[in-house]
């Protein structure tokens, strides 16, 4: 093989790898935006939550949980929760906000508030509170929790709110 002729082989083989690398789609890896976290529910991975056995009451049930989502403060969690058939005791440790998304529950809070939620209910829990939770087949729902500030924490808070107001009230986005 000639010089000449060498020299034109090297040009194809340039030409076609040039052609090649701009016909194969380029995927870059993004990190997970720390801002913005969306998930199908159905395909979030469900681990195992086993229940305090001292707390159950009735019953074998058995808890599954999936951590869609922390704040950057750790002071803030969402997740997704089921549970088969049982009655336990539950302590919240967060105030916790939960919304049911399939079955139902029968609650008895501490101070003998009865209330059976079903899909599509909104109920909260204050941070540091017990609830009797009863399931009679199976329970999905999300749950929104939140770290309790400390009292003196909460108290200077409002105290702030009050003086921006000036003793009115004031939206959500305040």
């Known amino acids: 093989m000639e ?18 690398a701009r016909a194969v789609p ?10 913005f976290v969306a998930d199908a529910a159905g395909a979030m991975e469900m681990k195992p939550s086993p229940i305090e056995p001292s707390w159950i009451l009735a019953g074998e049930p058995v808890a599954r949980i999936a951590e869609h989502s922390r704040g950057q403060d750790d002071a803030a969690l969402t997740a997704l929760w089921d549970c ?3 009655e336990f005791r539950w302590y919240f440790g967060w105030d916790e906000t939960v919304m049911i998304l399939e079955g139902e529950v029968h609650i008895t809070t501490e101070d003998g508030v009865e209330r059976t939620l079903t899909a599509g209910d909104v109920a909260y829990f204050a941070g ?17 929790l939140r770290k309790p500030f400390p009292k003196p924490l909460t108290m200077a808070y409002r105290l702030r709110d009050l003086v921006r107001q000036g003793g009115g009230t004031q939206g959500l986005a305040a």
Request: glycine share 6%; charged share 15%; proline share 4%.
């Open 3 to 20: 010089l000449g002729d060498c020299m034109v082989l090297k040009l194809m083989l340039a030409s076609m790898a040039a052609f090649a």
């Open 84 to 86: 088969t058939a049982g």
């Open 26 to 35: 380029v995927v870059v890896a993004m990190p997970p935006s720390k801002n």
């Open 128 to 144: 540091g509170t017990w609830a009797t939770w009863r399931i009679d087949r199976y329970l999905r729902k999300v749950a929104f």
